[in-house]
């Protein structure tokens, strides 16, 4: 992941877009991640003859190739369905803003390198209205912590974990057993043990019939 | 020193701490047919292994039909996603919990019905509902794909700690009143971004004389209010209701109850945010529009956009309206409705079937109504069969079904027909939840046994119930 993100912004002036809406359900049954982009937005971008409808901001001409999406408030609220986030990212989004988001969205952005910045709502409307007006680019500086679009900058926060998951990029799994591997052994030899017993042999038998 | 619960959960769990964040580790692992398949396939393409299968559970529960155990009506991918949970339970040794388990059900009413889900515990699981398992005292999480690989290799979390949100709620509810007419008032107050960032701790003699299984329907309705998770502190009706569960402690119960005793929050606890209201003024609730913030009483009208003064708002309730088919000012009480949904892992347990059989005892379905009762397991299934609550459902014209996820998100065969109503007992009245085109109102169980009688929305504290049923609770 690059330190800095650049790319056309659209604005995006919903507020509580929950992850159904994202990507339905109906796709959460195939079996893997890739190629999910086609299906984003499903129901806002498609009629039910699966043409696309002219008056969602994604199919509008100016807006098709946006990377970058500016939403109200409360983005990505919902089921923690990460097909949400990776169907986001196949479509090609690589940042979203937002005045706040769903935790178990934003977790899942952070691990699939899809930015999250929050920011106040007034400077998101004014970014609104900036890329309604023409064509608005963004570059996302993560190193810095600001976006810079015309001859402006944005200073905004974002906690250091995702931060720096965000510009390594790094295999959590990986770097979890790398460096605590030990510690979670240990940790395990002191469990009390209603927690520390799992399912027996013989309650999973009769729990499985 | 003065902790909370969720402090004292926290830090028998952490193992380490970098940038705030902190390595979590996790007790009980619940997984599902659709959030597992990329986390399975990723993990076999890298070469990983399940640390504690022993404390992971998988459960088909999504995808599967209710209809017949026999003659399941099920498409291909959907057969497929539970095909792929067999083969991938048998391959890293994961109990499983499939189509034809005695035991089956939806993860969130398995887990604590079984005492998988135990107090003092930290909990994971693919899906938001999760935090119906703090309803036992435990840390509970919602997670993603990714985290549910992370949990399968690890048995860790990597989860910055929540603030923390005290909502006090005391008195006693009118008759009539349930934990879900109260998850749905909360709701309509904070709204769905209400709790974002925090853990929502549940207290006060409301929460202390509700059942266990009301306060997971409490807990369960807190991330639609945005909530990382929910807590209650475990107390004397959780450990009855652990008592004999097949996975709940027994040489060691004394010793483990011991423990739990320990899990309240200290009287001088701080907390980021709280609240408190009276649940003497809350009316059974319906919600109107397509997210659960959109709520009101039963007793009170659609708003009408016009009224709103945020204009982002106004076009968001303008927007509900016109895909929910209803006028400004109409009355609660005049929407019609085609379905009733009694299920899923927010009110499909004993209790809720219990509460709707009180009023459908002895009554007609409206001929105009198509009606489902999806237990939440196979087990609560059984329990009810018991009591010969099947009966007073089956005799009123509802469909007494087998266990699922069901018509709560339609990946089934159960589905709400496009430009339909239905009063649905499940969480979430997203556009197209229930089915493309489908139109949600979500209720309470006894409202919508009610609406399933009347066709239309009543106000159930209005009615008689029977005394009798009710008793079996």
Redesign the interface.
């Known amino acids: 992941m690059p330190e800095r993100i650049s790319g056309k912004a659209a604005p995006f002036?919903?507020?509580?877009v929950?992850t159904?809406?994202i990507i339905?359900?109906?796709f959460?049954?195939?079996?893997?991640?890739k190629g999910l982009g086609r299906y984003l937005f499903y129901?806002w971008r498609f009629d039910?003859s699966g043409n696309p409808r002219a008056d969602f901001i994604l199919n509008d001409p100016r807006y098709r190739d946006a990377s970058i999406l500016i939403a109200?408030?409360?983005f990505g609220?919902?089921?923690?369905?990460?097909?949400a986030?990776w169907a986001l990212v196949d479509y090609g989004i690589k940042a979203v803003l937002a005045e706040?988001?769903?935790?178990?969205f934003y977790?899942?952005a952070v691990?699939?390198g899809l930015a999250c910045i929050a920011l106040p709502e007034s400077v998101l409307r004014e970014l609104r209205e900036r890329a309604e007006r023409s064509e608005l680019y963004l570059t996302i500086d993560l190193g810095r912590k600001v976006i810079e679009y015309d001859d402006r900058s944005l200073e905004f926060n974002v906690?250091?974990?995702a931060r720096?998951r965000l510009m390594t990029g790094e295999s959590?799994?990986e770097y979890?057993?790398r460096?605590?591997?030990n510690?979670?052994e240990e940790?395990?030899k002191r469990?009390?043990?209603?927690?520390a017993?799992?399912?027996?042999s013989v309650?999973?038998r009769?729990?499985?019939? | 020193m003065h902790l909370t619960i969720t402090d004292k959960i926290w830090e028998a769990h952490e193992i380490a701490r970098e940038e705030g964040v902190s390595l979590l580790y996790i007790d009980r692992h619940l997984t599902h047919e659709v959030t597992s398949p990329v986390a399975f396939s990723d993990m076999r393409e890298k070469g990983y292994r399940i640390r504690r299968p022993d404390l992971t559970l998988a459960v088909m529960d999504h995808n599967v039909p209710t209809d017949s155990k026999e003659r399941p009506t099920m498409d291909e991918l959907s057969k497929q996603q539970m095909d792929a949970l067999w083969k991938n339970a048998r391959d890293f040794d994961v109990p499983l919990l499939d189509f034809y388990s005695p035991y089956q059900g939806i993860i969130h009413v398995v887990g604590p019905e079984l005492g998988f889900s135990l107090p003092g515990l930290t909990i994971a699981a693919g899906d938001s509902h999760t935090s119906t398992h703090g309803a036992l005292g435990a840390l509970s999480f919602g997670i993603g794909t990714s985290e549910v690989e992370h949990v399968f290799v690890t048995q860790t979390l990597w989860i910055k700690k929540p603030k923390q949100f005290r909502i006090t709620m005391n008195g006693e509810p009118r008759m009539g009143v349930t934990p879900k007419d109260l998850a749905l008032y909360m709701i309509g107050q904070i709204g769905t971004g209400g709790a974002i960032g925090h853990i929502i701790e549940f207290g006060g003699s409301a929460i202390s004389g509700m059942g266990v299984e009301g306060r997971m329907t409490l807990c369960n309705m807190s991330i639609e209010a945005g909530a990382r998770t929910a807590i209650v502190e475990p107390d004397e009706k959780t450990f009855e209701y652990l008592k004999n569960a097949p996975l709940a402690p027994k040489d060691d119960w004394d010793e483990a109850v011991k423990y739990w005793r320990t899990l309240k929050s200290d009287p001088k606890a701080e907390y980021d945010k709280s609240i408190s209201f009276d649940v003497r003024d809350v009316k059974p609730m319906v919600t109107w529009g397509t997210n659960p913030a959109m709520v009101a009483p039963v007793d009170g009208r659609v708003p009408n956009p016009a009224e709103v003064k945020d204009q982002q708002q106004r076009a968001e309730y303008e927007r509900a309206l016109k895909y929910m088919d209803l006028r400004p000012g109409q009355p609660i009480t005049d929407i019609k409705i085609d379905y009733v949904f009694i299920g899923s892992c927010t009110n499909a347990r004993l209790s809720d079937l219990i509460e709707a059989a009180s009023f459908l005892k002895g009554r007609k379905i409206s001929p105009d109504v198509r009606a489902f009762l999806v237990p939440g397991s196979e087990w609560v299934r059984r329990k009810a069969e018991r009591l010969g609550l099947h009966e007073i459902f089956m005799n009123s014209g509802f469909e007494w079904r087998h266990s699922g996820c069901s018509m709560c998100i339609a990946m089934n065969a159960d589905r709400v027909p496009s430009g339909k109503r239905a009063a649905s007992t499940s969480n979430r009245n997203f556009e197209n939840r229930q089915g493309p085109g489908a139109r949600t109102h979500l209720v309470s169980p006894l409202m919508a046994a009610a609406a399933a009688v009347y066709g239309r929305f009543v106000d159930v504290t209005e009615l008689d119930l029977d005394r009798e049923v009710l008793s079996l609770a």
Do not use: C, H, W
């Open positions: 002036p919903y507020d509580n929950d159904d809406q339905p359900a109906q959460l049954k195939l079996l893997q991640k129901r039910e109200g408030k409360n609220i919902g089921s923690s369905r990460e097909n986030v706040s988001f769903g935790d178990i977790g899942n691990k699939n906690d250091e974990y720096r959590e799994i979890t057993m460096n605590y591997l510690r979670i940790y395990e469990m009390p043990s209603f927690a017993r799992g399912i027996d309650t999973r009769i729990l499985e019939g």
